[in-house]
């Protein structure tokens, strides 16, 4: 019988492909109501995405010479801060509004291997630098209410963002796992980053807009997480040997867990 562990999933990109589907429709929809004549495009919207956090891609438009071209900013800092803020609860209540509506794609495999795992006795967590309600919208929208409440919401609130390991560090925490017991899904290199920060093995499906980045510390790089009869996984790289059968099942999580251990092991010895 294989032994329980704990999965802990990023949120966006990771369970629905939101990047492009919703969060930036939310944005521009913000603006447009606030009547700010400024929108992402999507081009420029996926140049953000290296910054974790709505909160802190919003900040960065400070120093972004297109916005600012057309946008003049508030006369101090402070003022600056509760513009953004403003703007970022109009957007995540747009956001929210977008989930509740069924607005998402749901990535192959997520809500089955969830399952899954839940039968097996592991523990599911989602470790996300999203707000939090959104992340439980999120959750119940993928999810379903009955194994949406089986997962532990570990928010980015007052932690530094990834590539920072800190939700991670917490997230064993709260589950009270070791690191080497635990196997992280993440779409970009931040969120690989923060899972190896943090001691965690990491596998990555990456989306349209990540999957030109590197993800050399990786367990397993994979197209998705497959779906038995759906669509099927592709392996794109990773450390591991593991090539699923077209999708991921628990053996090939815990195996993933296994070979990471065992490799820490072997160099810690070398």
């Not at 990555?204 to 009869?229: I, M, W, Y």
Request: hydrophobic residues 40%.
């Amino acid at each position: 019988m294989l032994m329980p562990y704990a999965l802990i999933f990023d949120c966006d990109g990771v369970l629905v492909d939101t990047e492009r589907s919703a969060h930036l429709v939310a944005f521009n929809r913000m603006w447009r109501e606030f009547g700010v004549p400024w929108a992402w495009t999507v081009q420029q919207y996926a140049a953000t995405l290296h910054i974790s956090g709505g909160m802190e891609r919003l900040d960065s438009l400070r120093s972004d010479p297109a916005f600012r071209s057309v946008v003049p900013l508030p006369a101090t800092h402070d003022e600056w801060l509760r513009t953004i803020r403003a703007w970022h609860r109009r957007k995540t209540e747009i956001y929210i509004d977008l989930v509740r509506h069924g607005r998402l794609t749901v990535r192959p495999g997520v809500r089955r291997l969830a399952t899954e795992a839940a039968a097996g006795g592991w523990q599911l967590a989602v470790a996300s630098a999203g707000a939090e309600e959104s992340v439980r919208a999120v959750l119940i929208s993928v999810m379903g209410r009955a194994l949406g409440s089986r997962f532990t919401v570990i928010p980015g609130n007052g932690a530094a963002k990834k590539p920072a390991p800190d939700i991670y560090t917490r997230a064993v925490t709260e589950l009270g796992r070791h690191p080497r017991e635990c196997l992280a899904v993440e779409d970009n290199r931040n969120g690989l980053l923060a899972a190896a920060g943090a001691g965690i093995p990491c596998l990555v499906t990456p989306t349209a807009v990540s999957r030109d980045h590197s993800f050399d510390e990786a367990e397993l790089v994979l197209s998705n997480l497959g779906d038995p009869g759906g669509e099927q996984a592709r392996r794109y790289g990773g450390r591991s040997s593991l090539t699923p059968g077209g999708h991921m099942g628990l053996a090939d999580l815990a195996q993933l867990i296994t070979q990471s251990a065992l490799r820490r092991e072997t160099t810690h010895h070398v």
